[in-house]
């Protein structure tokens, strides 16, 4: 068994093998070697000794490949970054940026070149299709480039670049929130379903809980008798160089501090999940088996029972927008909102999952404004 973040796996024939980045193939994907050995701590000695030779092995600054620079910044960041993170960069810079501009050598990377690169992800960028790629991923793109630069930068490597890059601009769009109709409609359907999506479901609409928080929720979490909610690992993807597919899931702690949280139970939830725990046939809660299940496959049953229930599609982060737009709408602290989303700051809580509805605007306007009668919201104006 693979542990994480070390590449090591035991092989069948009951070996160690290590594997580690030996450079790039033509096409700009990775290629890599093997080291072998009988023991574990054996094997993980051979890819440190193997990464110290390289990292004292870095070639002269007018000969470093662009490439080589992304190799160097993703090994400095492993500690620093979470593993979903490092496997969507990895994925990102071998996908698109390596085959376009990882031949090029570290003096000839400039904001020029760089900005025909994300122009021409934006307008044809997809690897197989050729169509455009959204605004949000190029800018990922951008995000990274700037970091490898900025690296090579400290490193003494090249000098800063004159022309700053440009990102794409990202358009807002205003994030889905449940009407009060749309949520009881979901509610009655909930009730009925009894199944561990729709308890997922209710759980996220009771406590505003990411999706992978609530996939990675076990028993062992849930405190029905002093009716609390223990978050303490979410699903994460993360790289795994010893699989074709090369990312794997895995249950991981959350991506800050804030997000290790309790949350408490309304009464509705504790009613539910103590019944769900006598019919519990896995460890997990929103699971009928030994795993966990995946986002995909959870957000995948979440819209097959929307559509079985004749409800609108939305996206299951809808839930979590609506329970903070709730939370606000009864007058709940800002403070006490972003604990319950598990938020560093309360500004993140208002800016980003706070939305008052059309009709809760209307009533506070008929609070300023008085109506022909002279009256405040039906209160009367006192005259002397």
């Not at 994907?29 to 030779?53: D, F, H, I, P």
């Not at 004292?56 to 600054?61: F, G, K, M, N």
């Not at 997922?200 to 028993?219: D, Q």
């Not at 299940?293 to 599609?313: C, G, H, I, Q, W």
């Amino acid at each position: 068994m693979s542990r994480r973040g070390d590449n090591i796996h035991k092989r069948k024939d009951g070996r160690w093998e290590g594997r580690y980045k030996s450079g790039y193939k033509n096409d700009g994907s990775t290629k890599y070697s093997s080291v072998y050995a009988k023991t574990y701590n054996e094997c993980k000695l051979k890819l440190e000794s193997l990464k110290a030779e390289k990292s004292q092995s870095i070639p002269r600054t007018k000969d470093l490949l662009f490439s080589d620079v992304i190799d160097f910044w993703l090994e400095s960041n492993q500690i620093r970054l979470k593993g979903a993170t490092q496997a969507k960069y990895r994925n990102i810079t071998e996908a698109h940026i390596i085959p376009s501009l990882g031949g090029l050598k570290l003096s000839q990377i400039n904001s020029f070149v760089v900005n025909s690169f994300l122009d021409k992800k934006i307008r044809s960028g997809g690897i197989i299709s050729g169509k455009e790629l959204s605004p949000s991923y190029v800018k990922t793109m951008a995000i990274i480039i700037e970091s490898v630069i900025k690296f090579a930068c400290s490193e003494g490597w090249c000098l800063p670049m004159k022309t700053p890059i440009n990102k794409p601009v990202i358009p807002k769009s205003a994030p889905r929130v449940l009407n009060k109709y749309e949520e009881e409609k979901l509610l009655n359907a909930l009730r009925h379903e009894q199944n561990c999506t729709a308890t997922g479901t209710l759980i996220a609409l009771n406590t505003g809980m990411r999706i992978g928080e609530v996939c990675a929720l076990r028993w062992s979490d849930i405190d029905l008798e002093n009716r609390l909610i223990h978050v303490r690992h979410t699903v994460s993807r993360v790289y795994d160089c010893c699989s074709e597919r090369k990312t794997k899931l895995i249950i991981d702690s959350p991506k800050t501090q804030s997000s290790k949280r309790d949350l408490p139970m309304t009464e509705t939830l504790v009613n539910v999940l103590s019944d769900a725990y006598k019919k519990r046939k896995s460890v997990f809660v929103v699971s009928d088996s030994e795993n966990f299940v995946s986002p995909r496959t959870f957000d995948y049953n979440f819209r097959k029972m929307l559509k079985a229930n004749e409800l609108e599609n939305v996206n299951f982060h809808a839930l979590r927008h609506t329970f903070a737009t709730r939370c606000a709408q009864v007058g709940m602290d800002a403070k006490a909102l972003s604990r319950l989303l598990g938020h560093s700051t309360a500004n993140i809580s208002l800016n980003v999952y706070v939305h008052p509805s059309f009709d809760a605007v209307k009533q506070q306007l008929n609070l300023i404004y008085p109506d022909k009668n002279g009256q405040l919201c039906g209160q009367k104006i006192q005259t002397a």
